[in-house]
């Protein structure tokens, strides 16, 4: 399940030096060679961030991370609800199947590809972010917060507004989906590899824990609101 050898991209911060090559270890096995597709394109738009994100202090681990989570959590709302608001809140958590649910029709979710590169770095399953608990978080700030307030220390919140990542490089996301042959549901299982590459190779760097935390609050308050159709500043 290798993907594609991808350059280093320069280190995160001044600290270890990862690149955005590397294998998401042994994903869920239901899609078959399915998921060697989807990691190598995760790790393409792996790439694509790591240099976007590059500054001459190397990219900031938390901020990147909170990009690719946010860009997986619209891609799994707009492959779970076509038809979807031009602004506003969303109701009814139409994406919680794809990201963390799974159903007959969900054999893979996204986290569920996070949760395997979790255990394959040694992080127990008891350390891994409780996904019912932020989505039930994530409903009832509907209409007050976006997105929730962080639990992760202050210290580890990314440096720019994550969600801002999305319409800042969905264009990016989408021609690479395109150029891999990916539907929507692939291409938000794509992200999900990405956000889990990135974990992997930055846990030396920023514990696990709070990394996956971070992208697990960002990728489903993205999903309880209309996708930004420009940045906010």
Do not use: C
């Not at 979790?118 to 992080?123: C, D, E, Q, R």
């Not at 549901?185 to 590899?193: E, K, P, S, V």
């Amino acid at each position: 399940m290798e993907p594609n050898p991808v350059p280093p991209s320069g280190g995160f911060g001044r600290r270890a030096a990862p690149s955005a090559a590397g294998n998401p270890a042994a994903a869920p096995v239901s899609y078959g060679e399915d998921l060697k597709k989807l990691s190598q394109a995760g790790a393409k738009i792996a790439q694509h961030l790591m240099q976007a994100y590059r500054d001459p202090r190397g990219v900031h681990v938390e901020t990147i991370v909170g990009a690719a989570a946010v860009l997986a959590g619209e891609f799994a709302l707009r492959a779970s609800a076509p038809r979807l608001p031009d602004s506003g809140w969303i109701a009814g958590a139409p994406a919680d199947a794809l990201i963390y649910g799974g159903s007959d029709k969900i054999p893979v979710t996204l986290w569920s590809v996070v949760q395997v590169v979790m255990l394959s770095i040694g992080i127990d399953r008891s350390q891994m972010p409780n996904m019912p608990a932020i989505a039930e978080r994530a409903s009832v700030n509907i209409g007050k917060q976006f997105p929730p307030k962080l639990s992760v220390p202050l210290e580890h919140y990314p440096q720019e507004f994550s969600p801002n990542a999305a319409p800042r490089f969905r264009n990016d996301v989408m021609a690479i989906a395109r150029e891999a042959g990916l539907d929507p549901m692939q291409t938000a299982l794509a992200l999900a590899f990405t956000v889990a590459l990135l974990i992997k190779n930055a846990h030396t760097v920023v514990p696990a824990p709070i990394l996956a935390s971070l992208a697990a609050e960002l990728m489903v308050a993205v999903t309880r609101i209309a996708p930004l159709k420009a940045p906010i500043q």
